[in-house]
């Protein structure tokens, strides 16, 4: 009873659509043979239609990491966590509710010197750089973004660090660039 505040009941409904595939309306002329029109319909006289399912389901959630990793910590003769974001580590010992004894925060592997952040807002072909979802979709966006990369990449010597905000994007942007060459 110690963490029954830590958890709570939780009602989710989720939602799915199912592609089914229904017969086309019959025209006039192919009444005759309603009665055996299963037996010459092929898939492209089938309609697509999507069909809303929806599922509830009663779940019991812990919103305490605590709960779970000081037990885990209790058991382990050692634990390791390594992250880029982890830190500040004080916040981390109290989320958790472990003491971490022997802790390392490393500085950053590359120097000041050799780092540039910037943010662009147009490309080398002047298309301005709006990387919302809609834009994120037109090709116009997707070769520019392709212009800054090749751009980057001849001019800055020993290699380019580039990240994008999801794999998708990443998928995305391959496919039209091999398409494109």
């Not at 595939?21 to 192919?30: G, M, P, Q, V």
């Not at 971490?100 to 925060?105: A, T």
């Not at 147009?122 to 990387?131: F, M």
Request: charge should be neutral; include cysteine; aromatic fraction near 8%.
């Amino acid at each position: 009873m110690c963490h029954l505040s830590d958890y709570r009941v939780v009602l989710v409904e989720t939602v799915g659509y199912e592609k089914q595939l229904t017969k086309e309306s019959i025209t006039d002329h192919n009444k005759s043979t309603e009665s055996n029109i299963d037996a010459w319909i092929t898939k492209k006289h089938l309609k697509p239609r999507f069909v809303e399912n929806k599922e509830l389901s009663l779940n019991f959630w812990c919103l305490n990491p605590s709960v779970v990793f000081s037990q885990l910590a209790s058991m382990a003769h050692c634990v390791i966590l390594m992250s880029g974001t982890l830190s500040p580590l004080d916040s981390l010992e109290a989320e958790l509710n472990v003491q971490f004894p022997l802790r390392l925060e490393a500085n950053h592997v590359i120097s000041n010197s050799r780092l540039l952040v910037t943010t662009l807002s147009h490309g080398p072909n002047g298309t301005r750089l709006c990387a919302t979802y809609q834009h994120q979709n037109t090709y116009t966006f997707q070769d520019e973004i392709g212009a800054v990369v090749v751009n980057a990449c001849r001019l800055v010597p020993g290699g380019v660090l580039c990240f994008l905000p999801s794999y998708s994007l990443l998928d995305k942007l391959i496919q039209r660039w091999e398409v494109k060459s």
